[in-house]
């Protein structure tokens, strides 16, 4: 850095680099997607919940199985739906191919 800049945002630049993206804006845009993906999911889990009768009396281990089976998955797919529109979809396609190679493996049991 020049004349004592300094970057406002310097772990705008940490994310770009671990991430691997080419600018700050893509950073902006991935993040954006995740915020997305994950107000969506909660507003669709409180519906889908409610659709299934679930309230406070509902075990949590029948919550938790429904949370696995249905709504994971959901938000894996709006990650990529928001990344399609923010034009992120490849980010997104890559970090989903990588986490489906890592739990197979895990019910493959390899390490």
Known sequence: MQGGEKNAQPWLGKMQQKWGLETTMQVLLVLAVFSLAGSSVVFLRKSFFHLL???????????????????????????????????????????EKKMFRWISKKFKGEK
């Open 53 to 95: 009768g679930y309230d406070d009396a509902t075990p949590m281990w029948q919550k938790t199985i429904t949370y696995i089976l249905f709504i994971f998955p959901t938000y894996q797919g709006l990650l990529l739906f928001y990344g399609f529109l923010l034009g992120q979809f490849s980010f997104f396609w890559e970090k």
